[in-house]
């Protein structure tokens, strides 16, 4: 959920988790479906929410007291979940950028320009909000 929320992936469902069953029992599957669906807003996809984060279900109203819902209705504590997102946030800003003038600047295009645009907004935002 975090790390969908700061790369604009308004698409995130719970039909994207999946379980591995293996003899020695059962373990998350590889993730998949991430991407940031809020660059297409300008065509038309929705940018609300497919899962709320501590009821809110549009992304600019989601702040530090949303999470913390959030952690409450996962059965974390919420601290944890402020840890995670600020960590998460702090990790994606050390790497966007070289990403960007390293091994897309080869490609420029006007969706990964609005993908570094918008992930750079949303990690401030939720540093910001949650500070």
Same mark, same amino acid.
Request: proline content about 7%.
């Given at each position: 959920m975090i790390f969908n929320?700061?790369?604009?992936?308004?698409d995130?469902?719970?039909?994207?988790?999946?379980?591995?069953? !293996?003899?020695?029992?059962? /373990?998350? *599957?590889?993730?998949?479906? !991430?991407?940031?669906?809020? /660059?297409? *807003?300008?065509?038309?996809?929705a940018s609300g929410l497919a899962m709320k984060i501590g009821g809110e279900g549009d992304p600019d109203g989601v702040h530090k007291r949303q999470w913390e819902l959030f952690a409450e209705e996962i059965g974390v504590?919420?601290?944890l979940v402020l840890t995670r997102i600020m960590a998460l946030a702090?990790?994606?800003e050390e790497v966007r950028l070289p990403l960007f003038k390293g091994p897309f600047a080869s490609?420029?295009?006007?969706?990964?320009?609005?993908l570094m645009q918008l992930i750079a907004e949303q990690t401030e935002k939720a540093i910001r909000r949650i500070s």
């Open positions: 929320y700061l790369i604009g992936n308004s995130a469902h719970g039909k994207n988790i999946s379980l591995l069953l !293996l003899p020695e029992g059962a /373990i998350l *599957a590889p993730f998949y479906d !991430l991407i940031s669906t809020r /660059i297409y *807003a300008h065509y038309g996809v504590k919420p601290r702090r990790k994606i490609h420029p295009c006007d969706a990964l320009y609005r």
